[in-house]
C-alpha cells in the first residue's frame, strides 16, 4: 500500500516534533528528580537541627520525620495475577458459584 509524498512528509515532521518534545520533557523531569531529591535531603536536615535545638535548649525530645526514596516495589502488573486457577484449584479454596450464579465464598 503506498501513501502520498504530503502524507508521508507531514508523518514525518509530526514524528521529529513528538520526539523532540519527548527529549525535553525527559531532561525536564530529570532536573525536577534533581530538585525533589535535594529538597527531601535539605528538609531531612532542617528537621534534624530542629530537633538537636530543642533538645538541648528546651530538653525535649521531638520525632524527626525524614523523607526517604521508596524502596524497589514489584510492578503491580507483573505481580498480581488473574488467571483463571480451575475448578480443582477453586474447589480447594472454597470458591464455588451459587445458583443464581454469583460467587460463594466458603471458608476451608
Do not use: C
Request: net charge negative.
Amino acid at each position: 500500500m503506498f501513501i502520498s509524498r504530503h502524507a508521508f512528509d507531514e508523518l514525518r515532521a509530526d514524528y521529529i516534533k513528538a520526539n523532540a518534545i519527548r527529549e525535553a520533557l525527559t531532561v525536564q523531569v530529570a532536573n525536577l528528580n534533581a530538585h525533589l531529591s535535594w529538597m527531601q535531603i535539605r528538609l531531612t536536615e532542617m528537621a534534624l537541627e530542629r530537633s538537636a535545638m530543642m533538645k538541648r535548649y528546651l530538653n525535649i525530645d521531638v520525632p524527626v520525620p525524614t523523607f526517604e526514596q521508596p524502596q524497589d516495589n514489584p510492578d503491580l502488573n507483573q505481580s498480581v495475577d488473574f488467571r483463571d486457577v480451575g475448578d480443582k484449584m477453586a474447589a480447594e479454596l472454597g470458591i464455588g458459584w451459587n445458583a443464581d450464579g454469583t460467587l460463594s465464598y466458603s471458608e476451608k
